[in-house]
């Protein structure tokens, strides 16, 4: 199983961006999560196309962009141009989940989809056999440095055995909430790509993320 920790820059210093992203590169990090925010589907705007396609020309990192956007599928090749690996689209933002899936990967990227916590696994019923990963929001989305909305370790335990039953091989993330105590739980359920905004980017990065890559690296391992 490929574990990964991942973190979330929306809770970066965006007055020194690209230096914090060098210091999550050298600390070991192989995934970055960059979530983009339209005012529409979540309350606030963070950052969009520009500031990727300029981040991307700085980092050899893997691009997970998790867009809590309205109609995404209006965005694929934007986003593919500025250096996305992954879309991860949310369930509740696209009218034809099963075409947008398509375009992603058509495009060349790998497709994810997201979650938001009242919105039931039933609904990916029909299209997970063509999905790369699966987003389990644990806060609803929208702002950093929430706290865990703790129904989510039981979301995360159905859906591996949804993943597995079907012989599957699809990865689940986690986002929201995610810190030195709660990563036990979700890794334990059976996520394997975990985001960490705050508890990452609030104090010494790279000591926060040798603390959280201490437990995946340990998930790796077991
Ligand atoms: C929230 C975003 C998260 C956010 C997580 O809507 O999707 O990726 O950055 O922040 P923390 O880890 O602080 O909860
Ligand atoms: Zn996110």
Not at 28 to 33: A, R, S, Y
Not at 40 to 50: A, C, L, M, Y
Not at 125 to 150: A, R, T, W
Not at 166 to 188: A, H, Q, W
Request: glycine share 8%; charged share 25%; with cysteine.
């Amino acid at each position: 199983m490929n574990y990964q920790l991942c973190p979330s820059i929306l809770s970066a210093d965006f007055n020194r961006l690209g230096e914090q992203i060098r210091e999550v590169e050298a600390s070991g990090v192989e995934w970055l999560h960059i979530d983009v925010m339209d005012g529409d589907f979540v309350p606030s705007i963070s950052f969009g196309i520009p500031v990727i396609a300029s981040i991307r020309r700085e980092s050899r990192l893997f691009f997970d962009v998790h867009l809590m956007v309205t109609d995404p599928e209006r965005y694929i090749a934007d986003f593919k141009t500025a250096g996305a690996d992954m879309l991860t689209v949310h369930a509740e933002a696209c009218r034809h989940l099963d075409r947008t899936l398509d375009a992603i990967h058509e495009k060349g990227m790998k497709a994810g989809v997201a979650l938001n916590p009242a919105t039931p696994l039933c609904t990916l019923e029909h299209v997970l056999h063509k999905i790369d990963m699966v987003l389990i929001m644990s806060v609803n989305p929208g702002f950093g440095g929430q706290v865990y909305l703790p129904e989510s370790t039981r979301k995360i335990q159905m859906l591996k055995k949804m993943v597995q039953e079907r012989g599957l091989s699809v990865d689940i993330e986690v986002d929201g909430g995610i810190n030195s105590e709660t990563i036990d739980l979700v890794l334990k359920a059976g996520a394997n790509i975990i985001v960490a905004g705050s508890a990452v980017f609030s104090g010494d990065i790279t000591e926060n993320i040798r603390r959280l890559k201490e437990k995946t690296d340990a998930a790796t391992r077991c």
